[in-house]
Nanobody
């Protein structure tokens, strides 16, 4: 069963923008936190941004602060990641993840996320 579905990836030149979206059709439990991670081949998956669903608190990796914005729609059915001023080093597969236990003391650690999407590719050319 597909739990999370990402969309919106693509190829853009450096300085361009992309908007990623994530829906959670297969999760019927309370989601406490949603996050975006990214991974390039032969490297560990790294946290990009996250949002607490109850109060909207957001978290960002230093590498994307001021360029990326994570948000949820009012109905809390769509998670978005607005990516501006993209750089070639942002090239990666981007994954959406959900924490349904509420134990996540550290937003950037993968271990706290229970469900993952299949990923959407983002490529930024120089």
């Amino acid at each position: 069963q597909v739990r999370l579905v990402e969309s919106g990836g693509g190829s853009v030149p450096a300085g361009g923008s992309l908007r990623l979206s994530c829906t959670t059709p297969g999760i019927d439990r309370t989601i406490y936190r949603l996050g975006w991670f990214r991974q390039v081949p032969e490297k560990q998956r790294e946290a990009v941004a996250a949002i607490d669903t109850d109060d909207g608190r957001t978290y960002y990796a230093d590498s994307v602060k001021g360029r990326f914005t994570i948000s949820q729609d009012n109905a809390k059915t769509v998670l978005s990641l607005q990516m501006d001023s993209l750089k070639p080093e942002d090239t990666a597969m981007y994954y959406c993840a959900a924490d349904v236990n509420g134990y996540g003391q550290t937003w950037h650690e993968r271990v706290w996320y229970n469900y993952w999407g299949q990923g959407t590719q983002v490529t930024v050319s120089s």
